[in-house]
């Protein structure tokens, strides 16, 4: 060995050395998987049901659904922690990609099961507790969107990773948490508890967001997203699984293949609902725009309260609720074709937009400090903003 190759190599030593010092041996640990007869082990434990699933499911259904006749984001979120449907998924989807049989009945018979265990939960009690309003929590989760697929997707890797590592294993709760199971679960065994008597919360309605038939429209927007979420589960975890060497490649490419068509299903609701989201996005920040960009058009005294989106027989429809002041009455219909106009160039189809606006009359108050030239001005009254 050379004089410069000793040198280099006790500098770098040394360089190691504080390195080793400063971080405290800090060094990135890259943890093998684990074996695959432990996998297999694991994922069959999984997909049996045992009393402690069934109880702890029981009381996560409870907790939703007060949860959400309680209108509690709170309430919802430690459902989700101690909700263990996501288990028995991802047995399913370790079945898919080792095609074996009696995996997946096991884990399909399982998950069934706790599914009826929600609904039943979730029924019952919305119909011995008899509140009829479907607050903000309910309502989020009768849109689904491509969004929610999104997330669903990231959990289902999450899980399948985690579980996979011994270090990370009890990550799987809070895959659970993101990808939420049991909540739209609980809002579709309300939606159908409720049906047509079920009410809008405080500042909504249920013609604005599209649900001419209440509870039932619930339900069924609620069964999409969990269909959604269980379908992204299943795929993307026997992916994972499949990549990390879990799989049979030949049986799990069929697998996959045969649950990746039949999410294909669920593609159309939920596209139609980001949609809405989009346009919903546009027309609000659209608003905001006209008045800066076209102030002597777009006064800025309006205020809407509520906007929806929704589309009826192949129409899009824009609704808006808000307050308007009496003296901007005058060239408001000119003002609206105009906004439709703008709207729909930038949406590329056409658009219906209605505004319910409740003309008003405003005082304006001020109060201002010691020594201000304007404390002494008057109160004005103004039949407008």
């Known amino acids: 060995m050379t ?20 971080t405290g041996e800090w060094r990135p640990h890259f943890e093998p998987r684990i074996a695959p007869d432990q996998m297999a082990t694991q994922m ?7 009393i402690s699933f069934f109880f702890l499911l029981a009381l996560s259904s409870a907790i939703a659904t007060f949860g959400l006749l309680a209108n509690s984001a709170p309430a919802i979120i430690g459902a989700m922690i101690i909700a263990p449907l996501m288990t028995p998924i991802m047995g399913l989807s370790y079945g898919v ?14 998950v069934f099961l706790g599914v009826v265990v929600v609904l039943a939960i979730s029924y019952l009690s919305a119909r011995y507790i008899e509140i009829q309003v479907a607050g903000t929590q309910m309502l989020s989760r009768a849109f689904p969107s491509l969004l929610d697929l999104g997330v669903a997707m990231a959990a289902g890797a999450a899980g399948a990773y985690s579980l996979s590592r011994e270090s990370i294993r009890n990550s799987v709760a809070g895959v659970a948490i993101a990808v939420a199971l049991v909540p739209p679960l609980a809002v579709v065994g309300i939606g159908v508890a409720l049906g047509r008597k079920a009410t809008a919360d ?157 003309p008003i009359d405003i005082v304006l108050l001020r109060s201002a400090p010691d020594g201000d030239k304007d404390k002494d001005a008057p109160l004005s009254s103004t039949s407008g903003g």
């Open 97 to 110: 990609v080792q095609l074996s049989w009696s995996q997946i009945v096991r884990s399909a018979i399982t």
């Open 44 to 50: 069959k434990t999984a997909s049996i049901p045992t």
């Open 202 to 358: 405080v500042g909504l309605s249920f013609r604005e967001v599209g649900l001419f038939a209440g509870g039932d429209d619930i339900a069924v927007g609620a069964s999409v997203l969990f269909l959604t979420n269980l379908a992204a589960i299943v795929v993307v975890a026997g992916t994972v699984m499949a990549i990390q060497g879990y799989a049979r490649w030949k049986r799990g490419v069929f697998g996959l293949a045969g649950v990746l068509a039949a999410s294909i299903v669920l593609m159309q609701p939920l596209s139609e609902e980001l949609h809405k989201l989009r346009i919903k996005s546009t027309a609000l920040n659209l608003a905001k725009r006209l008045q800066v960009t076209h102030p002597h058009i777009f006064e800025d005294k309006m205020r809407l309260n509520t906007l929806s989106v929704r589309y009826q027989d192949d129409v899009l429809h824009v609704r808006a609720e808000g307050i308007l002041p009496r003296d901007s009455l005058e060239g408001s219909q000119a003002r609206l074709d105009l906004y439709r106009h703008f709207l729909e160039r930038e949406v590329g189809e056409p658009v219906i937009v209605e505004i319910e606006a409740f």
């Open 3 to 22: 004089r410069a190759k000793q040198l280099l190599l006790a500098a770098w030593g040394r360089l190691q050395a504080m390195f080793d010092r400063l």
